[in-house]
Protein backbone atom coordinates (compact mmCIF):
# COMPACT_ATOMS: atom_id res chain seq x y z
CA UNK A 1 0.00 0.00 0.00
CA UNK A 2 1.59 3.67 -0.63
CA UNK A 3 2.43 5.16 2.46
CA UNK A 4 -0.79 6.92 3.88
CA UNK A 5 -0.92 11.00 4.70
CA UNK A 6 -2.75 12.45 7.67
CA UNK A 7 -5.03 15.13 5.19
CA UNK A 8 -8.80 15.31 4.78
CA UNK A 9 -10.37 14.41 1.22
CA UNK A 10 -12.16 17.96 1.36
CA UNK A 11 -12.49 21.13 3.99
CA UNK A 12 -13.42 20.34 7.61
CA UNK A 13 -15.78 22.88 7.64
CA UNK A 14 -18.31 21.69 10.97
CA UNK A 15 -16.23 22.05 13.91
CA UNK A 16 -17.49 19.03 15.34
CA UNK A 17 -16.03 16.34 12.70
CA UNK A 18 -12.90 18.58 12.09
CA UNK A 19 -11.29 15.99 14.38
CA UNK A 20 -12.23 12.65 12.79
CA UNK A 21 -11.42 14.23 9.83
CA UNK A 22 -7.99 14.90 10.57
CA UNK A 23 -7.33 11.03 11.78
CA UNK A 24 -8.42 9.52 8.18
CA UNK A 25 -5.70 8.26 6.31
CA UNK A 26 -5.75 9.07 3.07
CA UNK A 27 -3.87 7.10 -0.44
CA UNK A 28 -3.35 7.37 -3.72
CA UNK A 29 -5.98 6.21 -6.16
CA UNK A 30 -3.13 4.40 -7.54
CA UNK A 31 -2.62 2.13 -4.62
CA UNK A 32 -2.28 -1.38 -5.73
CA UNK A 33 -3.50 -4.21 -3.31
CA UNK A 34 -5.41 -3.00 -0.41
CA UNK A 35 -6.67 -4.16 2.95
CA UNK A 36 -10.45 -4.94 2.79
CA UNK A 37 -11.35 -2.41 5.22
CA UNK A 38 -9.41 -0.05 2.67
CA UNK A 39 -11.63 -1.26 -0.46
CA UNK A 40 -14.79 -0.74 1.61
CA UNK A 41 -13.79 2.77 2.35
CA UNK A 42 -13.05 3.92 -1.27
CA UNK A 43 -16.08 2.44 -2.69
CA UNK A 44 -18.28 4.36 0.06
CA UNK A 45 -16.35 7.31 -0.32
CA UNK A 46 -17.37 6.96 -4.49
CA UNK A 47 -20.90 6.42 -3.00
CA UNK A 48 -20.78 9.55 -0.71
CA UNK A 49 -19.07 11.76 -3.86
CA UNK A 50 -21.69 10.18 -6.11
CA UNK A 51 -24.76 11.50 -3.68
CA UNK A 52 -23.38 15.33 -4.38
CA UNK A 53 -23.54 15.08 -8.14
CA UNK A 54 -26.39 17.27 -9.55
CA UNK A 55 -27.91 13.83 -11.77
CA UNK A 56 -26.60 11.12 -9.33
CA UNK A 57 -26.09 7.73 -11.00
CA UNK A 58 -27.55 6.26 -7.92
CA UNK A 59 -29.43 6.92 -4.75
CA UNK A 60 -27.59 6.08 -1.46
CA UNK A 61 -28.72 7.31 1.77
CA UNK A 62 -26.24 5.48 3.66
CA UNK A 63 -23.21 6.01 2.32
CA UNK A 64 -22.12 8.68 4.69
CA UNK A 65 -22.31 6.53 7.45
CA UNK A 66 -20.74 3.46 5.70
CA UNK A 67 -17.74 6.03 4.98
CA UNK A 68 -17.57 7.06 8.67
CA UNK A 69 -17.65 3.74 10.06
CA UNK A 70 -15.02 1.98 7.70
CA UNK A 71 -12.77 4.87 8.06
CA UNK A 72 -12.95 5.20 11.96
CA UNK A 73 -12.32 0.88 11.80
CA UNK A 74 -9.33 2.15 9.64
CA UNK A 75 -10.05 2.41 6.36
CA UNK A 76 -7.50 4.45 3.92
CA UNK A 77 -9.44 6.75 1.92
CA UNK A 78 -8.66 8.17 -1.54
CA UNK A 79 -6.86 11.27 -1.92
CA UNK A 80 -8.40 12.11 -4.90
CA UNK A 81 -12.24 11.25 -6.05
CA UNK A 82 -12.12 12.25 -9.58
CA UNK A 83 -9.60 9.70 -10.20
CA UNK A 84 -10.40 7.68 -13.51
CA UNK A 85 -10.00 4.45 -11.39
CA UNK A 86 -12.93 5.85 -8.73
CA UNK A 87 -14.91 7.23 -11.44
CA UNK A 88 -15.49 4.08 -13.14
CA UNK A 89 -16.32 2.44 -9.95
CA UNK A 90 -18.94 4.99 -9.46
CA UNK A 91 -20.21 3.60 -13.12
CA UNK A 92 -19.79 -0.09 -11.90
CA UNK A 93 -21.61 0.54 -9.02
CA UNK A 94 -24.76 1.70 -11.21
CA UNK A 95 -24.41 -1.00 -13.68
CA UNK A 96 -23.86 -4.14 -11.23
CA UNK A 97 -27.21 -1.69 -9.57
CA UNK A 98 -29.17 -2.76 -12.61
CA UNK A 99 -28.25 -6.15 -13.19
CA UNK A 100 -29.82 -7.10 -10.01
CA UNK A 101 -32.62 -5.70 -10.08
CA UNK A 102 -33.24 -6.53 -13.25
CA UNK A 103 -32.35 -10.41 -12.50
CA UNK A 104 -34.30 -9.96 -8.97
CA UNK A 105 -37.72 -8.73 -10.67
CA UNK A 106 -37.72 -11.03 -13.82
CA UNK A 107 -41.33 -12.94 -13.78
CA UNK A 108 -40.04 -16.26 -15.50
CA UNK A 109 -43.54 -17.72 -16.88
CA UNK A 110 -41.70 -20.79 -17.19
CA UNK A 111 -40.50 -21.76 -13.76
CA UNK A 112 -42.78 -22.05 -10.88
CA UNK A 113 -42.63 -18.97 -7.88
CA UNK A 114 -39.90 -21.09 -6.21
CA UNK A 115 -37.50 -20.72 -8.81
CA UNK A 116 -37.26 -16.93 -9.23
CA UNK A 117 -34.05 -15.02 -8.29
CA UNK A 118 -34.62 -14.77 -4.80
CA UNK A 119 -31.00 -15.61 -3.52
CA UNK A 120 -28.47 -12.58 -3.96
CA UNK A 121 -25.37 -12.87 -2.99
CA UNK A 122 -23.07 -9.52 -2.98
CA UNK A 123 -19.48 -10.40 -2.88
CA UNK A 124 -16.15 -8.50 -1.95
CA UNK A 125 -17.95 -5.37 0.56
CA UNK A 126 -18.79 -5.63 4.10
CA UNK A 127 -20.12 -1.98 3.58
CA UNK A 128 -22.44 -2.55 0.39
CA UNK A 129 -25.74 -0.74 0.81
CA UNK A 130 -27.61 -2.73 -1.53
CA UNK A 131 -29.50 -4.71 1.13
CA UNK A 132 -31.22 -1.42 2.46
CA UNK A 133 -31.36 0.80 -0.67
CA UNK A 134 -32.68 -0.99 -3.72
CA UNK A 135 -35.93 -1.55 -3.57
CA UNK A 136 -35.87 -6.06 -3.08
CA UNK A 137 -39.11 -7.75 -4.00
CA UNK A 138 -40.52 -9.39 -0.79
CA UNK A 139 -39.44 -12.62 -0.44
CA UNK A 140 -35.56 -11.88 -1.11
CA UNK A 141 -33.05 -13.04 1.06
CA UNK A 142 -29.35 -11.34 0.54
CA UNK A 143 -26.30 -12.60 1.41
CA UNK A 144 -23.27 -10.47 1.91
CA UNK A 145 -19.70 -12.24 2.03
CA UNK A 146 -17.00 -10.30 2.72
CA UNK A 147 -13.69 -10.46 4.96
CA UNK A 148 -14.51 -10.84 8.95
CA UNK A 149 -12.61 -7.85 9.50
CA UNK A 150 -15.10 -5.41 8.36
CA UNK A 151 -18.37 -7.39 8.88
CA UNK A 152 -18.42 -6.33 12.49
CA UNK A 153 -17.98 -2.32 11.73
CA UNK A 154 -20.27 -2.10 8.86
CA UNK A 155 -23.52 -3.98 10.65
CA UNK A 156 -23.12 -1.56 13.62
CA UNK A 157 -22.89 1.29 11.67
CA UNK A 158 -25.66 0.20 9.40
CA UNK A 159 -27.91 -0.01 11.92
CA UNK A 160 -27.01 2.78 14.03
CA UNK A 161 -27.88 4.73 10.46
CA UNK A 162 -31.39 3.09 10.98
CA UNK A 163 -30.44 0.47 7.61
CA UNK A 164 -32.71 -2.09 7.49
CA UNK A 165 -33.85 -4.53 4.50
CA UNK A 166 -37.03 -4.01 3.32
CA UNK A 167 -40.20 -5.80 4.45
CA UNK A 168 -40.56 -9.35 3.90
CA UNK A 169 -36.48 -9.75 3.04
CA UNK A 170 -33.73 -10.76 4.72
CA UNK A 171 -29.79 -10.02 5.14
CA UNK A 172 -26.86 -12.42 6.39
CA UNK A 173 -23.21 -11.57 6.62
CA UNK A 174 -20.88 -14.09 5.43
CA UNK A 175 -17.29 -13.91 6.72
CA UNK A 176 -14.49 -14.91 4.23
CA UNK A 177 -11.02 -13.97 3.69
CA UNK A 178 -11.11 -13.71 -0.46
CA UNK A 179 -7.91 -12.75 -0.85
CA UNK A 180 -6.15 -15.83 -0.12
CA UNK A 181 -8.19 -17.78 -2.40
CA UNK A 182 -10.00 -19.79 0.36
CA UNK A 183 -13.53 -21.21 -0.15
CA UNK A 184 -16.20 -19.55 1.37
CA UNK A 185 -19.00 -22.62 0.36
CA UNK A 186 -19.37 -23.99 3.49
CA UNK A 187 -19.89 -20.29 5.00
CA UNK A 188 -22.63 -19.62 3.10
CA UNK A 189 -24.45 -22.77 3.12
CA UNK A 190 -24.57 -22.15 6.47
CA UNK A 191 -26.06 -18.84 6.71
CA UNK A 192 -29.26 -20.54 4.13
CA UNK A 193 -27.88 -20.22 0.85
CA UNK A 194 -29.18 -22.74 -1.50
CA UNK A 195 -27.60 -24.11 -4.11
CA UNK A 196 -31.06 -26.11 -5.97
CA UNK A 197 -32.38 -22.30 -6.02
CA UNK A 198 -31.33 -19.72 -8.61
CA UNK A 199 -28.97 -16.79 -7.15
CA UNK A 200 -27.90 -13.49 -8.61
CA UNK A 201 -24.26 -12.68 -7.79
CA UNK A 202 -22.38 -9.25 -7.78
CA UNK A 203 -19.23 -8.08 -7.48
CA UNK A 204 -17.59 -5.49 -6.31
CA UNK A 205 -14.97 -4.45 -4.31
CA UNK A 206 -12.27 -7.42 -4.95
CA UNK A 207 -10.76 -5.51 -7.69
CA UNK A 208 -8.94 -3.73 -5.24
CA UNK A 209 -7.94 -7.04 -3.21
CA UNK A 210 -4.72 -7.37 -4.98
CA UNK A 211 -6.13 -11.34 -5.62
CA UNK A 212 -4.13 -12.61 -8.29
CA UNK A 213 -5.18 -15.11 -11.02
CA UNK A 214 -5.30 -18.12 -8.85
CA UNK A 215 -7.47 -16.44 -6.36
CA UNK A 216 -10.04 -14.94 -9.17
CA UNK A 217 -10.04 -18.16 -10.22
CA UNK A 218 -10.53 -19.84 -7.21
CA UNK A 219 -13.68 -17.32 -6.28
CA UNK A 220 -14.93 -18.38 -9.78
CA UNK A 221 -15.06 -22.00 -8.84
CA UNK A 222 -16.62 -21.08 -5.73
CA UNK A 223 -19.55 -19.50 -7.34
CA UNK A 224 -19.94 -21.77 -10.05
CA UNK A 225 -19.73 -25.03 -7.43
CA UNK A 226 -22.47 -22.80 -5.31
CA UNK A 227 -24.96 -21.46 -7.96
CA UNK A 228 -27.41 -23.70 -9.70
CA UNK A 229 -28.22 -23.91 -13.32
CA UNK A 230 -29.02 -20.56 -14.58
CA UNK A 231 -28.16 -18.71 -12.49
CA UNK A 232 -26.58 -14.75 -12.81
CA UNK A 233 -23.40 -13.63 -12.11
CA UNK A 234 -22.00 -9.92 -12.40
CA UNK A 235 -19.43 -8.11 -11.50
CA UNK A 236 -15.95 -6.20 -11.92
CA UNK A 237 -12.57 -8.21 -11.66
CA UNK A 238 -9.10 -6.71 -11.62
CA UNK A 239 -6.95 -6.16 -14.35
CA UNK A 240 -6.58 -8.99 -17.25
CA UNK A 241 -6.92 -8.90 -20.96
CA UNK A 242 -9.61 -9.67 -22.72
CA UNK A 243 -8.81 -12.84 -23.71
CA UNK A 244 -7.93 -14.09 -20.51
CA UNK A 245 -11.37 -13.11 -19.05
CA UNK A 246 -12.81 -15.09 -21.86
CA UNK A 247 -11.09 -17.98 -21.04
CA UNK A 248 -11.66 -17.60 -17.33
CA UNK A 249 -15.65 -17.23 -18.05
CA UNK A 250 -15.66 -20.22 -20.10
CA UNK A 251 -13.21 -22.45 -17.70
CA UNK A 252 -15.66 -22.19 -14.68
CA UNK A 253 -18.99 -22.70 -16.90
CA UNK A 254 -20.13 -18.97 -16.93
CA UNK A 255 -21.48 -18.15 -20.55
CA UNK A 256 -21.12 -14.50 -20.52
CA UNK A 257 -18.48 -11.42 -21.56
CA UNK A 258 -16.93 -8.54 -20.27
CA UNK A 259 -18.84 -5.50 -20.92
CA UNK A 260 -16.51 -2.20 -21.18
CA UNK A 261 -16.24 0.96 -19.71
CA UNK A 262 -18.36 2.89 -22.54
CA UNK A 263 -21.28 3.44 -24.95
CA UNK A 264 -22.85 0.57 -22.52
CA UNK A 265 -22.06 2.02 -19.44
CA UNK A 266 -22.48 5.75 -20.13
CA UNK A 267 -25.41 7.47 -18.38
CA UNK A 268 -23.97 10.95 -19.66
CA UNK A 269 -20.85 10.94 -17.03
CA UNK A 270 -18.52 8.96 -19.78
CA UNK A 271 -14.98 10.78 -20.61
CA UNK A 272 -12.47 10.04 -22.66
CA UNK A 273 -9.74 9.90 -19.84
CA UNK A 274 -12.13 6.64 -18.40
CA UNK A 275 -11.08 4.66 -21.80
CA UNK A 276 -9.22 1.79 -20.85
CA UNK A 277 -6.74 0.13 -23.70
CA UNK A 278 -8.79 -2.56 -25.42
CA UNK A 279 -5.67 -5.07 -25.78
CA UNK A 280 -3.87 -4.51 -22.51
CA UNK A 281 -4.73 -5.47 -18.77
CA UNK A 282 -7.34 -3.59 -17.18
CA UNK A 283 -10.05 -3.96 -14.90
CA UNK A 284 -13.23 -5.63 -16.55
CA UNK A 285 -17.25 -5.66 -16.19
CA UNK A 286 -18.82 -8.71 -17.18
CA UNK A 287 -22.39 -10.14 -16.53
CA UNK A 288 -22.91 -14.40 -17.00
CA UNK A 289 -25.50 -17.05 -16.52
CA UNK A 290 -24.01 -20.17 -14.94
CA UNK A 291 -24.44 -23.38 -17.57
CA UNK A 292 -23.53 -26.19 -15.22
CA UNK A 293 -25.12 -28.00 -12.34
CA UNK A 294 -24.38 -26.95 -8.92
CA UNK A 295 -22.64 -28.95 -6.58
CA UNK A 296 -26.03 -29.67 -4.55
CA UNK A 297 -28.16 -30.35 -7.82
CA UNK A 298 -25.55 -32.62 -8.93
CA UNK A 299 -25.82 -34.00 -5.72
CA UNK A 300 -29.85 -34.61 -5.97
CA UNK A 301 -29.38 -35.82 -9.33
CA UNK A 302 -27.04 -38.40 -8.20
CA UNK A 303 -29.61 -39.32 -5.66
CA UNK A 304 -32.65 -39.61 -8.43
CA UNK A 305 -30.08 -41.84 -10.45
CA UNK A 306 -28.92 -44.14 -7.53
CA UNK A 307 -33.15 -44.54 -6.19
CA UNK A 308 -34.10 -45.08 -9.74
CA UNK A 309 -31.51 -47.71 -10.26
CA UNK A 310 -32.97 -49.50 -7.22
CA UNK A 311 -36.50 -49.39 -8.78
CA UNK A 312 -36.21 -49.93 -12.74
CA UNK A 313 -33.28 -48.81 -14.53
CA UNK A 314 -35.60 -48.08 -17.44
CA UNK A 315 -37.94 -45.62 -15.45
CA UNK A 316 -37.77 -42.12 -17.20
CA UNK A 317 -36.16 -39.59 -15.52
CA UNK A 318 -37.69 -36.27 -14.69
CA UNK A 319 -35.10 -33.53 -13.34
CA UNK A 320 -37.21 -30.59 -13.71
Same mark, same amino acid.
Given at each position: ???A?????A???????????????????????W???D???????V??????? +??????D =??? #??A *??? %??A? /??? &?????????????A????????????????????????Q?????????????T????L???????L???????????A????????????RG?L???? +???L??? =??? #??? *??? %???? /??? &?S?????????L????????????D?????????L???????????????L??S????G?????????D?GR??????????????W????????????E???????? #????E????????F?
Open positions: MAAVAVCMPCAPTSHRRRCRRRQVVSAAAGSGPLCSAQLAARAAEQQQ +PLPLFA =SYA #AA *LDA %AAA /GGA &LPEALDAPNLQRELATRFLDEQLLKAATIVNLERDLTEYNQVVLVGDAFDRPFRPWPEGTVFCVAPAAAHAADAALKAAGARVPCLRRV +PAEADG =SSF #AGA *LET %AGFR /GDR &LVWALQGVACGMGALEVSALLVITNLAAFDSVAGMLPPMTRRALDNLAVGLLAGVDFGQQTWWRPELALDPEGERPLFVAQQKRLSNRMGIYEDHV #AAAGVDEDTPLDS
